[in-house]
């Protein structure tokens, strides 16, 4: 006879889950706070989605920090090149960008998502609850919810649980399962932002005129960590890949009370000799301003830059200017709201769970994705340690119920 598996929260952990569980013959009720599924998976979308990523497993693992050898393990049984299998067996092909990041091929996220609840909407054995938020749980496995009809109760065999981090509210992913979950004796950890922006007190000159806009092809340095990419300067600080790739430290770092300089090499390709060796040669009746203009290409963000970290005197010196520009110090206040932020770090310690991801104590609910307490960069780490998990999860499943 088949089980039965509760799985609430339909973001792509619990969606993975379902599709899973139902390709093994399983009957599956899925159950989620919102009016339709993956709204997070679709937000991601918008900038293209960025599945997984092509680099070597032994590296990708280490994207996971203190977790690594956890997810070396998971990603073994289910790796990026699976992901990119199980996309191609929904009909959706990806691609590997020049970042080595891996894409579907129409980018957004819509076209997988629609591909995959098709398949799971086709099978008898499966159950779509929409606009059921979870109430509270018990180790039993006992769920109550509060749904259009009023407050429903439901049991399965097995309860999967995945409700998210704490960012994009509007997406479903509110983090409030925090109280609701008080039964379980969870071990919860505070959410902070990841991979988030942060701010800069910007001096009122800088602000005159001014307009978010980017800088591309450059290197931040933070620590002793240098990462390649671009970065946004906003009218409250910066965001962007390259400050995201960094956003883990930073954050722990203010968490502290350390000042957290950031470090920006605005000519990556020149090195700080050629810089001065090119301010050296002739003026003629340029401004400075127009000299770093024309002899290095600077943009009007550059210089704006420059002028803002750069006293009056220290603008006249070539060599000064040089070292600014190879190594452009800003220094970062605060992280923006949790609310903005791609990820969040915080959530379900696995102190509390057991290697099968099941909760200890429990001997029926699992957990899944973001809810736990893990964090990765941007570059699909994200995605692919959700994949990973719910494949773990459903693995257990199976083998309890066979
Ligand atoms: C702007 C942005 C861009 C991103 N881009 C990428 C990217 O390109 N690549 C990448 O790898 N990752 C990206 N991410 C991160 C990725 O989207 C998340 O890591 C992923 O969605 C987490 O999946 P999840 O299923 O664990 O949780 P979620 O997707 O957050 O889903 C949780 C679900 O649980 C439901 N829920 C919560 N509480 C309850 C309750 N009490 N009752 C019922 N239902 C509930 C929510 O409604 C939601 O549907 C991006 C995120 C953002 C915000």
Not at 17 to 46: E, H, P, R, T, W
Not at 47 to 58: K, Q, R
Not at 391 to 399: A, C, E, G, Q
Request: proline share 2%; glycine share 8%.
């Amino acid at each position: 006879m088949s089980r039965t598996v509760n799985i609430v929260g339909a973001g792509p952990s619990g969606l993975f889950c379902s599709y899973l569980l139902i390709k093994a013959g399983m009957k599956v009720n899925l159950f989620d706070q919102m009016g339709g599924v993956g709204k997070k998976f679709l937000v991601a979308g918008n900038g293209g989605l960025n599945l997984t990523h092509s680099e070597d497993l032994e590296k990708f693992v280490t994207r996971y920090g203190e977790h690594s050898e956890l997810f070396a393990s998971l990603i073994g049984e289910f790796s990026p090149t699976d992901m990119r299998e199980w996309c191609s067996s929904l009909g959706v092909e990806t691609f590997v960008g020049s970042s080595g990041r891996v894409f579907p091929k129409k980018l957004k996220a819509a076209d997988l998502l629609s591909k995959w609840l098709k398949f799971l909407k086709e099978s008898p054995n499966f159950t779509l609850n929409l606009k059921h938020k979870l109430l509270s749980a018990d180790l039993e496995g006992n769920l109550k919810f509060e749904s259009p009809d009023g407050e429903i109760s439901s049991y399965a065999d097995y309860t999967v649980l995945s409700l998210g981090g704490g960012s994009w509210k509007k997406t479903g992913s509110d983090g409030k399962w925090v109280d609701y979950l008080k039964n379980l004796k969870l071990d919860i950890k505070e959410f902070y932002s990841m991979n988030c922006g942060f701010t800069i007190d910007w001096s009122e000159l800088f602000l005159e005129d001014f307009e978010d806009d980017y800088l591309k092809n450059i290197k931040v340095t933070y620590g002793d960590r240098t990462v390649a990419g671009e970065v946004m300067i906003t009218k409250y600080g910066i965001e962007g890949g390259a400050i995201y790739a960094h956003s883990s430290q930073i954050q722990k770092d203010l968490l502290n009370h350390i000042k957290s300089k950031i470090y920006i090499d605005l000519k990556p390709q020149l090195s700080e000799e050629s810089i001065v060796e090119k301010l050296s040669r002739p003026r003629k009746k340029n401004s400075m301003s127009n000299h770093l203009r024309k002899v290095l290409n600077l943009s009007k963000l550059n210089l704006k830059l420059l002028r803002e970290v750069v006293s009056k005197e220290e603008f006249k010196d070539i060599n000064y200017l040089a070292k600014s520009i190879k190594h452009l110090p800003l220094e970062l206040v605060t992280s923006r709201p949790i609310d903005e932020a791609i990820s969040t770090s915080g959530g379900v310690s696995f102190e509390s769970m057991d290697d099968d991801l099941m909760i200890k104590g429990s001997r029926s609910i699992y957990l899944a994705g973001e809810m736990l307490d893990w964090e990765a960069p941007t570059g699909g780490y994200l995605l692919q340690g959700c994949f990973s998990m719910s494949h773990h999860v459903v693995n257990s499943i199976l083998s309890k119920s066979s």
